[in-house]
């Protein structure tokens, strides 16, 4: 048995009506063709509004309560949705999809409050009450230097010479898996607060670089600065990318290849501590305060360190989402 099928698909008479053209049927088509044809233009005009007439325009949903209104209108007077299958499973999908923007919303929200309520509501005045060595000034300052990830965390005083002693074993065992951490060096002659920032774990300890574009040096005593890493191609790579090695004879940020120097550096006896300048901070001398009699930059004393433990937003947000 022939069927006999229109000549133009549903999409052509769709495209027409939007542009407000009326579909031309081609007059070569036999009469049972220009009768199945006919059927398919007012199937089309049915349920496809004409895009000029503003009463039936149909409105663009942009929130989930304008998704609800689209499902709940009737785009045709004449008929009923339930005697039209096309305009039914149009208004259940639009129902559906708006009910699963509703969910995803919600579920961001609740997220939202969860973060709000882990975060403290003053870290700057968290890292004094943890810390011997800074002042309102000085956690403050540190509070804006440290990445957005890490400010939402209480911190942690996991290590201080003055309660731990002066061993690095002990600093390293204190320390294991721990990141980021923040490490803070108050000078024995001066009094300078200076330190570093380090995304990557101080212990287990390695002659390895490690870390990454986030670890930074820093200096709280006034005038205070951070040292940041930045990318420059003329830079000798090897000391480009010298973000953080700590071993047991030494815990050291940063390098110069041409100073031969690094922009921090803490000895293995924990007594006394270098900085100078550094290629992958593009950093001077953190305490220049401690420069030997002629101005001739070397190791000094140290006084005391600590060491504080930030954790990182984004591992709690990981967390919270399994």
């Known amino acids: 048995m022939d069927v006999h099928r229109p000549k133009y698909g549903l999409s052509h008479y ?3 009506y939007k542009q407000g053209r009326t579909p031309n049927l081609d007059s070569s088509i036999d009469s049972s063709e ?3 044809a006919s059927s398919l233009q007012t199937s089309v005009h049915k349920f ?3 895009p000029r007439d503003e009463e039936s325009a149909w409105p663009v949903p942009n929130s989930p309560d304008d998704f609800k209104r689209v499902s709940d209108r009737n785009y045709d007077d004449d008929s009923d949705s339930s005697e ?9 999908g639009v129902e559906l999809l708006g009910s699963i923007l509703c969910q995803i919303y919600s579920e961001n929200d609740k997220h939202k409050e969860v973060q709000l309520r ?7 005045a968290k890292l004094k009450s ?11 300052e540190l509070y804006s230097m440290i990445p957005e990830t890490a400010r939402v965390s209480m ?6 010479t003055y309660k731990d002693g002066w061993s690095m074993e002990n600093l390293l065992a204190k320390t294991r898996d721990l ?16 330190g570093a920032f380090s995304t990557a774990k101080l212990s287990p300890p390695s002659t390895r670089v490690r870390g990454n574009g986030e670890c930074f040096v820093f200096r709280l005593s006034q005038p205070s600065v951070a040292y940041r890493w930045t990318y420059i191609p003329s830079v000798n790579k090897k000391c480009q990318n010298q973000f953080v090695v700590s071993s047991r004879e030494y815990i050291a940020f940063g390098a110069s290849a041409e100073h031969g120097t690094n922009a921090l550096r803490l000895d293995g006896d924990l007594r006394t501590c270098d900085s100078g300048f550094s290629d992958t901070f593009q950093s001077d001398p953190l305490a220049p305060e401690e420069a030997a009699e002629g101005g001739v930059l070397g190791p000094f004393e140290v006084e005391d360190i600590e060491i504080l433990h930030v954790a990182d937003n984004r591992r709690r947000q990981r967390r919270y989402n399994s």
């Open 84 to 92: 039209n299958p096309l305009l039914s499973c149009l208004c259940s």
């Open 48 to 50: 496809i509004k004409h």
């Open 179 to 194: 990141d980021p951490v923040i490490i803070l060096i108050r000078a024995l002659k001066t009094k300078v607060i200076i």
């Open 155 to 160: 911190p942690r005083l996991v290590f201080a």
């Open 14 to 16: 769709s495209t027409q």
């Open 130 to 140: 943890v810390s011997r060595l800074l002042n309102t000034q000085m956690s403050n």
């Open 118 to 124: 882990r975060a403290p509501s003053n870290l700057g």
């Open 34 to 36: 220009r009768s199945d």
